[in-house]
């Protein structure tokens, strides 16, 4: 093989100079090779940390995603730690100098974030304790950033008809979407929940092949609960699942998924959060929607229309009614408006 040619210049005296990366040059012939750090052994409390996600997603099933998320909180802040005992490092101070730091980002992270992530270093700290690695919960202590009270909001009646209609076609991807927007609406499932569904999930219907009037969602914690299909959502999936579901299907790999994708492939929750948002350009909503909206106004019109709290609790897969109960302060903000139009000596 030839040899490469030389790269010089030259210079205005007429003679050859070496151009840059000669042996006298620095990374040249003579220099000595950079060797990489190795890489930094964990700390005890990131040793730790390990064995409490671990915790999280066998012993408390919690999903992925989630346990991903408690990683992100975590293990900034106990890098900053550095070595040593948890009885040295997780202290109280330690926790309200991490929140003050946080605080004093630009740009500030929400009220929100700083409080998920006291709450998750509370859990990690609960976990030592039960570990015998701490005597009690240092962050137990460290108050969290007020959050500003707001209410979840619904669309109106009207507004979920006129996003429903805006997923209307004859193609595979729209009939898709108008099944998925349909079911959230139908079942008030968490997005997460509606694209986890696999088709035995859809349970009952009738003998000769109709859809399902009952699905199986996986909550928070991987808890089950069975929720009732309207008989509008199961035709939408019906419709779906005889003319849609299968040509996506032949675009991808063999999968047990309901709502797949244009490659055949399990939709994600961004990609369903999207199709929401097409929906509602494409209707020309003009409200703030969050992924939850669709749950948020399945609560909120079953309690306008009577429902009892428990029994939305349930289909929500609320562990607790007071959660639910924000939706009775909607419902009432709803009448108060009502009335003070309405009755005659209101105002």
Do not use: C
Request: net charge neutral; no cysteine.
């Amino acid at each position: 093989m030839p040899a490469a040619a030389e790269t010089s210049s030259p210079s205005s005296e007429g003679v050859v100079t070496d151009a840059p990366g000669g042996a006298d040059a620095p990374g040249g012939a003579d220099a000595v090779p950079e060797t990489a750090a190795p890489p930094r052994r964990p700390t005890a409390l990131e040793r730790q940390l390990e064995r409490y996600l671990r915790h999280l997603t066998i012993e408390r099933g919690r999903s992925p995603h989630t346990v991903a998320a408690y990683r992100r909180d975590l293990a900034p802040f106990l890098a900053e730690l550095g070595e040593g005992s948890a009885t040295e490092l997780l202290t109280a101070s330690a926790i309200s100098a991490h929140s003050l730091r946080l605080r004093e980002r630009v740009p500030q992270p929400a009220a929100s974030s700083l409080a998920r992530i006291l709450s998750s270093i509370r859990g990690f700290a609960r976990f030592l304790v039960d570990e015998g690695l701490l005597d009690d919960d240092p962050a137990r202590d460290v108050p969290a950033p007020k959050l500003p009270s707001r209410l979840p909001k619904a669309l109106s009646y009207d507004q979920v008809e006129r996003l429903l209609a805006a997923t209307e076609g004859e193609d595979p991807v729209r009939m898709r979407d108008r099944a998925l927007l349909e079911l959230l609406y139908a079942t008030g499932a968490r997005v997460s929940e509606a694209v986890g569904l696999d088709l035995d999930d859809l349970l009952g219907g009738d003998p000769d092949g109709g859809a399902a009037d009952a699905v199986r969602l996986f909550g928070k914690g991987g808890k089950q609960r069975l929720v009732p299909v309207g008989s509008m959502a199961r035709a939408a999936i019906e419709a779906y699942l005889v003319r849609a579901r299968p040509e996506l299907a032949r675009q991808g790999a063999a999968t047990p998924a309901l709502f797949l994708g244009a490659r055949g492939a399990r939709v994600s929750r961004q990609s369903a959060w999207l199709i929401i948002r097409a929906a509602a350009e494409r209707a020309e909503l003009d409200v703030d929607l969050s992924p939850h909206s669709l749950r948020h106004s399945f609560a909120t019109h079953l309690l306008e229309r009577g429902a009892d709290v428990r029994v939305v609790q349930e289909l929500l897969g609320h562990a607790n009614v007071a959660t639910t109960q924000i939706y009775t302060m909607v419902t009432a903000d709803t009448l108060r408006e009502a009335y003070l139009v309405a009755h005659p000596r209101a105002r």
